[in-house]
């Protein structure tokens, strides 16, 4: 079974920047769906961006209203990591951050909903003081 990992959480003040990894064991993020969530305390767990990746088509990436704007979804050349950059981050932005993925993604849209995706990582803690 593929592993994601997250990494690059911390401690920011607010108006920071943090870049998070998502790095999979085993398996390239090539024709898939990842989205990145958070959850912070007392909340569910909500979605914040996610990517389409397709052999067939142009990549295609979705951002929430939370973070349009401020965050930017990339891809290492090797494509087993992925990262989030998050700029401008505001207090409410603390949440435990997950990435997860749909390997099998029966139609390549992007879905904000928890159910739709198979594999999970552990999630990073991220901060943000004022």
């Known amino acids: 079974q593929v592993q994601l990992v997250e990494s690059g959480g911390g401690v920011v003040q607010a108006g920071g920047s943090l870049r998070l990894s998502c790095a999979a064991s085993g398996r390239a993020f090539s024709t898939c769906i990842l989205g990145w969530f958070r959850q912070a305390p007392g909340k569910e767990r909500e979605f914040v961006a996610g990517v389409r990746w397709s052999r067939w088509s142009d990549s295609r990436i979705y951002y929430a209203d939370s973070l349009k704007g401020r965050g930017t979804i990339s891809r290492d050349n090797a494509k087993t990591t992925v990262y989030l950059q998050m700029n401008s981050l505001k207090p409410e932005d603390t949440a435990v951050y997950y990435c997860?993925?749909?390997?099998?993604?029966?139609?390549?849209?992007?879905?904000?909903?928890?159910?739709?995706?198979?594999?999970w990582g552990q999630g990073t803690q991220v901060t943000v003081s004022s």
């Open positions: 997860a993925v749909n390997w099998a993604p029966q139609a390549m849209r992007i879905s904000t909903s928890i159910t739709e995706y198979d594999s």
